[in-house]
């Protein structure tokens, strides 16, 4: 009974404590930058470490001002509009408000940060507060970075390697003593060259931490927020329902990238119709863009990899910001003239 006592006592005491000096106090003892914005993006509460990241000389960073004189509008706009659409998805089931992992880049100078963001729910209707948590990256995270530039000279074989299993695979043309015994060839050894190339790619991740701006997510979560962003265009789009697989991504890139693809197949090609459609297998998720008419050659592809994204941040590569994921991409011809090009993203591994 004492203790319940003494318990209320220190509650109502703390209740007397000024709640923003409380919240300072603790913000300034974090190392990395932390900012709360309103739901206008106008900023609220920064600690010391934010305004150094963000040298306040220039007084760039002051209460009242808006987040997006320090960093590009496009990554925390997608950001929050995928956190609102995961909130909305996940109400029903959970109390935990979800975050999200991005890299973004300061608008005055060459400094790129590994971003968390959460958005704090307001009794008033869209009245939300944003907070994000920035760590400078800037020493370690290089668009051009000639150690991932080496590893990317290992995709090109392994790529047309399983390239070619699926189309011995679907398209047979031998005799079928031949056929197996080729494909038992190409099967092992897409299948070493895969694992050797998966664990040397993994330890450069690991090397350079260039995983910490992806986030892990549910499967059915992130296919409804894309189909949600093709809505809008001409592209049929379809998921699997009622199955979910973790994945680890760079959720902004790849929408990049989706875009991208999408566009210049439109371009490029000019179908009467696109349709991107995702399957998940044991180890990857899918995404097939098919129309009806010209495939695209392998050195095509690989020559696609190489276009430099719109809005990306550090104005990244094709290659470069599917890679990070783990990812692939190449060409698949179909019968009745039907043309895929397949984006492969991995599972995220079980810990």
Known sequence: MAEAKQCATDTDSLQEVDSEILLQT????????VIVCNHEAKIVIFNQAAADLFDQDNKLLSKGT????????????????????????????????????FINEATNQKKFFSCRMSILPSKVAHKHFIVIIFEDVSTWYRPDNLLFKKIDEFRAPMTNLRAAVESLTEHPEMSPVMRSAFENVLVQESLTLSETFDSLDHACNLFMQSQSHLTEIKSDILFGFIANHFRSSEIRFTAPKYFSVDLKVDSYGL??????????????????ELLCEIHTGKRFVYFDFIWQ??????AVVQTMLEDKILNSVGELSMAVILHSMGGDIWSKKHDKAKSTLRLALPLAKKV
């Open 26 to 33: 603790l913000l300034q003892e974090l190392k990395d930058g």
């Open 66 to 101: 808006s987040l997006f004189r320090l960093c590009h509008q496009a990554p925390v706009k997608h950001a929050l509009d995928l956190l609102h659409y995961q909130m909305q998805e996940i109400k029903n089931n959970s109390k935990h408000n979800p975050s999200l992992q």
């Open 255 to 272: 929408i990049l990238v989706l875009d991208h693809l999408a566009d210049k197949i439109q371009r490029k090609r000019k179908p009467a």
């Open 293 to 298: 008419g010209e495939f695209i050659p392998t």
